[in-house]
């Protein structure tokens, strides 16, 4: 990694985390009328009906490769929430948020080769634990619920990969833009009627606005902006602030009381974030190791696309 974390890229993942709960605290509310995949795909649809409006991207001059990269990053965007949403009907949110931070955890964990890059891991992967202990203590999980956040979480590795690979594709945010559309429109055939729903009832669809705007265009910008200034694996382990800003808005808006255990988490969790932003030196410009780095890139230009067809 750098000496040092680009400043902007860590205010820009925290503005992302903040963003993203309080997207999610609105979606809860459309899960009755819309369904989890159908809120999923409006998330993604409205998201992408606002950035279109303002980038106006001139997809006609993309190539090939920039094509290629946009596609993966949208299929892994709309996977990536429509299993999280999928999981959260079916499992507590504290052991679902546990499950899902599995992906970017492990693929901080592959990416990784110094010493302080292992602690910071160890520590972050020991506050998710930490953070959804009291939430497995008694209760068996709902296997098909698990199997979505699993699936949630290999999308969310995919999609660190792939947002760093569109970004690197494609200048501005008009790359995100169109990803929003093909998130969107691949979630359609499991939510199509739950998406329905919501655009006919007026106030569900102002709900559903938000949560677009909230949960999709907001953090997904910010965060393609913080990857064009940091690591995969430092992006990997600085994201694992995101229940911390969970459980305070939990806390704030939802009156859930925040236990000694989940204070000890969050500030394990905390003190991982701050490791890896204070950075060390690497084997390349951005810490990481060149010729895993750019065989993972390789994965999000390629492989992604082919899954698609």
Known sequence: MASSANPISVLCIIGSCISLQLGSALAVKL???????GT???????AAVVLLAITRPRVHEWNRQQWAGVLGL????????GFFYAGIDLVPLGPAVTIEF???????AFLSRSLRDGICVVLAMTGMALLGLDAFNGNPLNPLGVAFLLGAALFWAIYILANKNAGALVPGQGG???AFIVGGVAMLPMGAGGAWNLVTSIDTLW?????GI??????????????RGLAPNVFSILISLEPVFAAFFGWLLLAQNIST??????GVVIAASVVQTVGTGGSGADGAPRSKLKKLQDVGRKVVPRRRQ
């Open 214 to 227: 909230l949960g999709s265009l907001v953090p997904y910008s910010l965060e393609l902006i913080a990857l």
């Open 102 to 108: 599995l992906g970017p955890l492990l693929l901080a």
């Open 261 to 266: 255990l989940k204070l000890v988490a969050i």
């Open 40 to 46: 999923s795909a409006m998330r993604l649809l409205v």
């Open 74 to 81: 949208g299929l892994s965007l709309g996977l990536m929430n």
């Open 31 to 37: 899960f009755d009328d819309g369904g989890t995949w």
């Open 176 to 178: 995100l833009a169109v």
């Open 207 to 211: 709900f559903a606005i938000g949560t």
